[in-house]
């Protein structure tokens, strides 16, 4: 199995558990700390855009107001800090 398979496989599987409400508190807590903390997800305006289906402008836009992180190298921007600042109607769309 390749690295890219077990990935999707864990993610998959966490997905699954946290939908149907069967992680325990600690279970989430663990995994929150693991996302927020411990993973540097990166990605350009072009890609964040595209995950969240909106326009590079209105997502442009919503960083400028609210993120207050600077971006990696002007060009990436921690996936996790505009995560937390996403309108709700951004994440309905997924």
Do not use: H, Q
Not at 8 to 18: E, Q, T
Not at 54 to 64: D, G, K, P
């Amino acid at each position: 199995m390749e690295s890219k398979d077990i990935i999707n496989s864990v993610l998959d599987f966490l997905k699954f558990k946290v939908n149907n409400d069967t992680c325990t508190p600690e279970e989430l807590r663990n995994i929150s700390d693991i996302l927020t903390k411990e993973l540097d997800s990166i990605g350009t305006i072009e890609e964040i855009a595209k995950f969240f289906d909106v326009s590079e402008v209105n997502l442009r836009a919503m960083i400028s107001r609210k993120v207050s992180s600077k971006p990696k190298r002007r060009v990436y921007y921690k996936f996790i800090d505009i995560l937390k600042n996403v309108p709700d109607s951004w994440l309905k769309k997924r």
